[in-house]
């Protein structure tokens, strides 16, 4: 066998993955669909971007329909699932906010009697947060009062800047938390990035070299070590043996052609959506592979987003800043059964754009109410003068809220593509609006003489997890610990898809951290791994 | 792509509806919505000629207030309006410079600088505050 280990993905998951296995002298072998960022059309100081960016830098695969990219049928969904799918992952184009979970987000059941505890604890997963702290560039600022004292990310955090502090300095008068926010953003030259220019274009990919993206914080890395990588290369199916275990993968190459790679172990790092995508279009029962359980493809949990919007007589020059975030708050995080709803969200501090973004839809609402009579004033009113609180909300587990496969859309090789439904629960909704209005009081207590709370904004399923849920008892869930499934003792999973629950925060830090700790795993029991001879 | 001079009209006017002339500012049209500054959003973006056309067929014929209360109720039509008129309008050097932006600048971080966090105490009183989270048990 040419390689040991098969990863699907090259993402942060993936990329992890395979750098860390082979350090070990693993021969790692990945798949990836999609294509390398061109960072050359990462073209930010031409006026047009903000035109083109929607384009090129697009997050909702069925409006980019690049070669990379699977259709999504998200008409039975509230909310429509947006991913990057290339070489980096939703790195690429991710906002770079970088939340570690809290301690009760592995103890959900325990503390608030809901959903499921993780098999592990935060304590079992700090080590982990802080090496991929360190590889990806993080900055920030330790012993933040949110969560156990200990070590903090490398590099300095992005400066507040004037919305930043006008905000904190509203916090402290009302007794409420913040603290200088993590973010995947270097401050300074580190590793193989550069120091960032504060642009704010973060969310359409950095032209600087300054994100922590995995195509630049791993790939480079991982080739040199020998990964071998193939780029335009789709994983149909699972090559599922006699014996039960895996042998690999069937996938299509670049000129169409279908193609077969073989290795000991496989391991799926395709996203909440393409993993379980993948599962179910394998093997020979119509549940598809790994699925002795029925848990593949649901509780899929995209966490609800909410956006408050201030607007204020001071000029903050707020259409660019790191984007990323300035300060965070987790004020309103933990659990307080008298709001009426379980669980919390996390806020972040946020820039507000140019001015083709004061006409959008994200953050303003989809009725931007911008239109006719007053515009330009309006314009010149919230330029630079606003700053918005982004509120990730956490979503409960529901069995009902799922991905599976579409029989009618397919991708340009004619697999099967995806297919979610999700609807919002009423505990999502009550909590969104109960930390809006709060967020509202923050922003006004910080001076604003208008505060924007955008309606519900559809296109913001940026964060995709649950959809192999990781547990204990093999009747339940998906995979275990390891993040091996119980059924196929050489297949893994190492992405989002392994979530008990979602907890309330940009989830790239927790699935960096888990990928790390899986692949140590793989590395420790690799004598008593059962391969695919 | 060359839209007619009819179509560039029709542009014209509804863009006005979204942008009238106000703040000391000219109006879409006036600011070349419809004609110079259309054709640089269709290069940079030729996809959108086909869906503009598309959009302004629908409402043919109708005076501009009907016709931008049709497009709005129709998503895709709303989406390539909202993206064309004010992507022009601020492609406009002129209107650029009338609402004070001067574009994305590099802003690179002062290094020596004394951390804004750091200033007048701010993260004092959040420290003393304490932990504000949920201890949980480990075993
Ligand atoms: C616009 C946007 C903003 C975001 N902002 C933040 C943020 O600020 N903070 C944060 O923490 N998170 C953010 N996220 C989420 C973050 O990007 C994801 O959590 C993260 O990328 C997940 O990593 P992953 O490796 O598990 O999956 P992904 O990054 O999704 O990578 C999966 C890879 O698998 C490949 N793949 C899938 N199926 C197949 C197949 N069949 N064959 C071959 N290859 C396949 C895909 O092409 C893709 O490259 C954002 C995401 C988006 C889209
Ligand atoms: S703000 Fe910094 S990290 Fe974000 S795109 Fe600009 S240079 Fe890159």
């Known amino acids: 066998m040419e390689h040991d280990v098969l990863i699907v993905g090259a993402g942060p998951s993936g990329a992890i993955t395979a750098k860390r296995l082979a350090e070990e002298g693993f021969r790692v072998l990945v798949l990836e669909q999609g294509d390398w960022p061109d960072y050359s059309k990462a073209t930010v100081h031409r006026e047009d971007f903000p035109l083109t960016a929607g384009r090129d830098w697009g997050w909702d695969p069925n409006l980019r329909q690049a070669p990379g990219d699977y259709p999504i049928d998200d008409t039975e969904s509230d909310i429509t699932a947006l991913m990057w799918n290339g070489v980096g992952g939703g790195t690429v184009v991710y906002a770079a906010q970088w939340q570690r979970n809290m301690p009760s987000d592995f103890r959900v059941k325990t503390l608030d009697g809901i959903a499921d505890d993780w098999p592990m604890t935060y304590e079992d997963l700090e080590p982990y947060y802080v090496r991929v702290e360190r590889d990806f560039g993080i900055s920030g600022l330790a012993n933040d009062t949110a969560f156990p004292p200990g070590e903090g990310p490398p590099l300095p955090p992005v400066p507040l800047g004037p919305a930043g502090r006008r905000v904190a300095k509203a916090h402290n008068d009302l007794g409420w938390h913040w603290w200088p926010a993590p973010n995947a953003i270097a401050t300074r030259d580190y590793g193989g990035l550069h120091a960032c220019q504060q642009v704010g274009t973060c969310l359409q990919a950095c032209a600087y070299g300054a994100k922590g993206t995995a195509d630049l914080t791993h790939w480079p890395r991982a080739l040199e070590l020998g990964v071998e990588l193939r780029t335009r290369a789709r994983v149909r199916e699972l090559i599922v043996r006699p014996d039960g275990l895996v042998g690999g993968a069937r996938y299509i190459d670049a000129d169409g052609n279908e193609q077969e790679a073989r290795a000991g172990v496989t391991v799926l790092a395709a996203n909440g959506v393409g993993t379980p995508r993948l599962l179910l279009l394998s093997g020979d029962s119509p549940d598809g592979l790994a699925n002795s359980s029925g848990m593949v493809g649901k509780r899929l949990m995209m966490h609800p987003f909410g956006t408050v919007v201030g607007v204020f007589d001071e000029d903050f020059r707020a259409w660019q800043g790191p984007w990323g975030q300035f300060i965070h708050s987790l004020e309103f995080y933990e659990t307080d059964e008298s709001r009426g709803f379980v669980r919390g969200a996390k806020w972040g501090l946020q820039p507000t754009g140019g001015p083709f973004s004061m006409t959008s839809a994200y953050p303003w609402g989809a009725e931007n109410e911008i239109w006719g009579e007053g515009f330009q004033d309006a314009v010149r009113g919230r330029l630079g003068h606003s700053t918005m609180w982004g509120i990730i909300a956490e979503d409960l587990p529901e069995e009902s809220n799922r991905v599976v496969i579409d029989r009618v859309n397919r991708d340009a090789d004619g697999v099967p593509g995806a297919k979610i439904e999700y609807r919002l629960s009423e505990n999502s909704r009550r909590l969104v609006e109960f930390h809006q209005a709060r967020a509202k009081e923050s922003l006004l207590a910080a001076g604003a003489r208008d505060v924007v709370v955008a309606p519900f904004i559809r296109s913001t399923g940026w964060h995709l997890l649950g959809t192999t849920v990781m547990g204990t008892d093999p009747a339940t869930s998906v995979v275990d610990a390891q993040g091996r499934c119980h059924d196929v003792p050489n297949l893994y999973v190492f992405d989002g898809s392994v979530w008990p629950t979602s907890a309330g925060m940009n989830p790239t830090a927790t699935i960096a951290a888990l990928a790390l700790r899986f692949a140590e795993q793989l590395i420790e029991t690799r004598r008593e791994q059962k391969v695919a001879a | ?139």
Request: net charge negative; no cysteine; proline share 10%.
């Open chain 2, 1 to 139: 792509m060359a839209l007619t001079d009819a179509q560039r009209a029709q542009l014209g006017a509804i863009a006005d509806q979204l942008i009238p002339a106000g703040g000391g500012m000219p109006s879409a049209s006036e600011a070349g919505v419809a004609g110079q500054y259309l054709d640089e959003v269709l290069t940079s973006l030729p996809d959108l000629g086909p869906a503009l056309e598309t959009a302004l067929a629908a409402v043919d014929g109708l005076e501009p207030d009907a016709a931008l209360a049709v497009l709005r109720e129709d998503p895709a039509a709303w989406g390539v309006l909202t993206a064309v008129v004010p992507g022009a309008y601020f492609m406009n050097p002129a209107i650029r410079a009338a609402i004070g932006y001067p574009g994305l600048e590099r802003r690179p971080i002062d290094a020596s600088a004394e951390p804004d966090y750091l200033q007048d105490g701010l993260l004092d009183s959040v420290i003393a505050r304490g932990p504000v989270f949920r201890p949980t048990p480990t075993d």
